[in-house]
C-alpha cells in the first residue's frame, strides 16, 4: 500500500527557514517522480518544485532561489527545504508521487508564515 507522510510544518516567522520531509513506502521510491504541491486558501493547488528520478529539478518562480527540493532513496525520503519564506507562502504542502501512471498523493503539513 503506497504512503506518503509529510512532517516539518509549523509556524515560522517571515524571513525564516523551515524543511519538509515526505517520508514514503508501498512503492520503488528511487524510479518515482517526486513532486511539492501546495494550496493556500481559497486558491487551486499548484506546484511548488519537482526532483525527478535522474535527480532533475524544477522550481515555479515564485520559490526559485529560496527553495530546495531534494530526495534521498536510502531513505525513501524527500524533502524541501524553504528559506526566506514569506506570508505569502503560507498554505498546505503536499507530496506527490508519479511512478507510470499513477499518482499518490499525502496528506499535507500546513505552513504558516506570519509574525
Known amino acids: 500500500q503506497v504512503q506518503l507522510v509529510e512532517s516539518g510544518g509549523g509556524l515560522v516567522q517571515p524571513g525564516g527557514s523551515l524543511r519538509l520531509s515526505c517520508a514514503a513506502s508501498g512503492f520503488t521510491f528511487s524510479s518515482a517522480h517526486m513532486s511539492w504541491y501546495r494550496q493556500a486558501p481559497g486558491k487551486e493547488r499548484e506546484l511548488v518544485a519537482g526532483?525527478?528520478?535522474?535527480?532533475?529539478?524544477n522550481y515555479a518562480d515564485s520559490v526559485r532561489g529560496r527553495f530546495t527540493i531534494s530526495r534521498d532513496n536510502a531513505k525513501k525520503t524527500l524533502y524541501l527545504q524553504m528559506n526566506s519564506l514569506n506570508p505569502e507562502d503560507t498554505a498546505v504542502y503536499y507530496c506527490?508521487?508519479?511512478?507510470?501512471?499513477?499518482?499518490?498523493w499525502g496528506q499535507g503539513t500546513q505552513v504558516t508564515v506570519s509574525s
Open positions: 506527490r508521487a508519479v511512478r507510470r501512471a499513477t499518482i499518490s
Open positions: 526532483i525527478s528520478a535522474s535527480i532533475s529539478t
